[in-house]
């Protein structure tokens, strides 16, 4: 009969073994977590390892410069918490302070960990220094905002398209995304096929020389042709032309700087254009008012009222001059427009500079229905050179050209009445939709006594805000 129990006095002794082994593992386990074990001394000053994660750091003898540690681990960035641009920025420390030696060595792991590292160093230190200059123009936010946008423009940038190559300039945002889902072999396509379509003979270069002749417009249209076109438009070199061609006195103050707005927008000339302020020359801005005043009536049943429209122009010229002129409803916009010239006199029309400060336009207006004195205060020296240049107070045929045609002629007016008011208006300069610059909200008018200095405000009871009105005939 054979024995099919096991040996329990061997069994109870490996249960013990294995109890012991398990015990003994889960204490050395402990211990390592609680008490870590120090790094091995290296024997240079900083040695580079491929395949490790460990964080090594040489102690600075008494007459060297302590420098901050290195990280290395080119294999496994995610175990160190270490990125390449870290290592990037620590080898340009490094070889500020002198040691070439170890900025080498961080300079090639970098690399190693990603070969475009110094354009994602490029784009961090440009966008801490866009951020950095809009902190003057921006409202204190929290610092979960500036995170916001910080992020924002971290991902325009990462999804910008660089549209020309021979002048700086780039595409960033919503646009820069659809344009880099076209194709690279983009080229015009006829309508009908049969027939030839010369403009595909023509040079990129040659098409965006067409379209620096073109305005705003005519150049958005032709972009919206096909995608072709909307990447010939694109062109850093046309936006560029128009953004300094724009952008310079009364149109931004003269101790501000082009290029410093320019780096606002990370060198988009295109987004500059539409979304920084600007003043349009080439139209008018109308304000349309009304008011009701109560009349008479022969009935006592009757309440007679009657509603008075009067529009309000202002044209502005890029010398810094512009004409404001008040008329009643007699005139229509399309017989006061062809008569807005500096050369009109009449009764409303006035005289002045502007200048624009971010958002907001100071207005210095002097009366011009009769004779207008060429001394005239600060800030006039615009008017002034215009005055001197056109000899107006001489010219009187051409006054009486216009007399015929405009209203309100004071016929019997001394030809040497001086200027004794000056008028001076703010207003806010908005765009609906964005990129317009199509509002003028009057925000303050005041008239100023020459002989006394006294400012009285004028009253704005029936004013309403000017918006912009295209003209052809008005070249910017």
Not at 63 to 70: D, L, Q, W
Not at 106 to 114: E, G, K, N, S
Not at 274 to 291: K, M, S, T
Not at 364 to 393: D, M, Y
């Amino acid at each position: 009969m054979v024995n099919t129990e096991p040996d329990t006095s061997e069994l109870a002794k490996f249960r013990e073994e294995w109890r012991a082994e398990v015990q003994q593992r889960r204490t050395a386990a402990n211990l390592a977590t609680s008490h870590p074990q120090p790094p091995p001394s290296p024997t240079k000053p900083y040695e580079l390892k491929q395949r490790t994660s460990t964080t090594i750091a040489a102690a600075p003898s008494a007459h060297e410069t302590p420098v901050p540690k290195i990280y290395v681990n080119a294999t496994a960035p995610s175990q160190t918490h270490v990125s390449a641009l870290e290592i990037y920025r620590q080898a340009i420390q490094h070889e500020q302070q002198g040691l070439l030696d170890n900025a080498l060595a961080l300079y090639r792991q970098a690399f190693r960990m990603d070969a475009h590292v110094d354009r994602a160093y490029s784009r961090d230190e440009k966008l801490a220094a866009v951020f950095s200059s809009q902190q003057h123009i921006l409202p204190k936010t929290s610092p979960d905002a500036d995170k916001t946008i910080i992020d924002r423009l971290s991902q325009d940038l990462s999804h910008a398209v660089t549209i020309s190559t021979n002048k700086a300039g780039i595409t960033i945002g919503a646009l820069a995304q659809l344009v880099s889902t076209f194709s690279h072999q983009l080229t015009f396509e006829p309508e009908d096929e049969k027939q030839p379509l010369w403009l595909r003979s023509l040079p990129d270069e040659m098409i965006v020389a067409i379209l620096r002749m073109l305005d705003i417009t005519s150049i958005e249209r032709f972009a919206a042709v096909c995608r072709k076109a909307r990447v010939v438009s694109l062109d850093a070199t046309l936006w560029r032309h128009l953004v300094f061609s724009t952008y310079k006195p009364p149109q931004i103050s003269e101790s501000e700087d082009i290029s410093l707005i320019v780096d606002r927008y990370l060198c988009d000339y295109r987004r500059m254009y539409i979304e920084y302020p600007r003043v349009r020359l080439d139209g008018v801005y109308i304000a349309i008012c009304h008011y009701v005043r109560p009349g008479l009536s022969d009935n006592q049943w009757a309440n007679i009222s009657h509603l008075i429209t009067y529009h309000r122009f202002l044209r502005f010229y890029p010398n810094g001059m512009v004409l404001s002129f008040l008329v009643n409803g007699e005139m229509n916009p399309q017989q006061v427009i062809p008569l807005l010239k500096p050369t009109l006199r009449a009764k409303g029309f006035s005289l002045g500079t502007w200048r624009l400060l971010g958002d907001t336009i100071h207005l210095n207006l002097v009366e011009a229905n009769g004779k207008i004195t060429p001394s005239l205060p600060p800030p006039f020296e615009v008017l002034n050179a215009f005055l001197e240049e056109t000899e107006i107070a001489e010219v009187g045929g051409a006054s009486q050209r216009h007399a015929s045609h405009v209203p309100h002629r004071h016929s019997g007016q001394s030809t040497e009445q001086q200027t004794r008011y000056t008028f001076v208006m703010t207003l806010a300069l908005r765009s609906r939709p964005v990129g317009r610059w199509n509002r003028l909200d009057i925000e303050t008018y005041d008239s100023i006594s020459l002989a006394t200095g006294g400012v009285t405000p004028v009253a704005l009871k029936h004013e309403r805000p000017f918006w912009f009105s295209k003209v052809r005939s008005y070249s910017p």
